[in-house]
């Protein structure tokens, strides 16, 4: 099966950068998305990687390092909606099931 | 914008009842999920639909569940007999390929049972 751990809560403040960190333990692993998901709503893509290295996109980037299980999500600039769960979720092989973690309820405060 | 549809909202039903849950997939998608999320808790895994069946299921998708895509633009979900530990979030969700694909998902149904 897989294993996927992130840290439940996290407190960042308006305009700082935040990481959130993932480590996973899983056979086969394929690819790793980020999601973001608001309180009472849908998940909402954010990233994948599937090889290692930092991906960029806007404000937030995503980082992979395969050998050592290990993705981080990077925000800066954090503003007031950025508070939401982050979700990690892997692959695995050819498969298309998408296994989420518990993910990360960031808060960003004034 | 294109995205995925997901009626009703909220649905409430008595333990042992039928329900059925509605999605519409975004067109030109080729891939269809089922995820659920019980309050608090995980997104998980339900089943993986292409070319009109099944391509994974988890092990909560037993007997209680089905898929059907009955027309080219439905995709449905129905739990057979409701527990009440079924009461969740239920999120369909949409692809244009398999795997590494990003998934896009509806807003959800609440179900709740009673």
């Known amino acids: 099966g897989q294993n996927i751990d992130q840290p439940t809560e996290m407190t960042a403040t308006e305009g700082a950068i935040v990481q959130i960190n993932c480590t996973y333990q899983?056979?086969?692993?394929?690819?790793l998305f980020w999601y973001q998901q608001h309180a009472g709503e849908a998940p909402t893509f954010l990233s994948y990687?599937?090889?290692?290295g930092l991906e960029e996109k806007g404000r937030f980037s995503s980082f992979l390092s395969r050998s050592k299980g290990y993705s981080y999500l990077l925000l800066k600039e954090l503003q007031m909606k950025d508070s939401a769960s982050y979700l990690c979720?892997?692959?695995?092989?050819?498969?298309?099931?998408?296994?989420f973690g518990i993910g990360t309820k960031l808060q960003v405060i004034p | 914008e294109p995205e995925v549809t997901q009626t009703p909202s909220h649905q409430v039903t008595q333990m042992g009842q039928e329900v059925i849950l509605r999605c519409v997939p975004i067109s030109n998608h080729l891939y269809f999920y089922w995820y659920r999320q019980i309050l608090g808790q995980k997104v998980e895994f339900l089943v993986s639909?292409?070319?009109?069946?099944?391509?994974?299921k988890s092990e909560i998708f037993d007997d209680q569940f089905s898929v059907e895509r009955p027309d080219g633009s439905n995709f449905t979900l129905k739990i057979r007999s409701t527990k009440l530990e079924d009461s969740a979030m239920y999120f369909c969700?949409?692809?244009?390929?398999?795997?590494?694909?990003?998934?896009?998902f509806g807003p959800g149904t609440r179900l709740t049972v009673t």
């Open positions: 899983t056979s086969g692993f394929n690819g």
């Open positions: 639909f292409y070319n009109n069946e099944i391509s994974e």
């Open positions: 979720a892997v692959t695995v092989g050819g498969y298309q099931k998408v296994t």
């Open positions: 969700a949409s692809s244009v390929g398999h795997a590494n694909y990003e998934q896009y």
């Open positions: 990687n599937v090889l290692d």
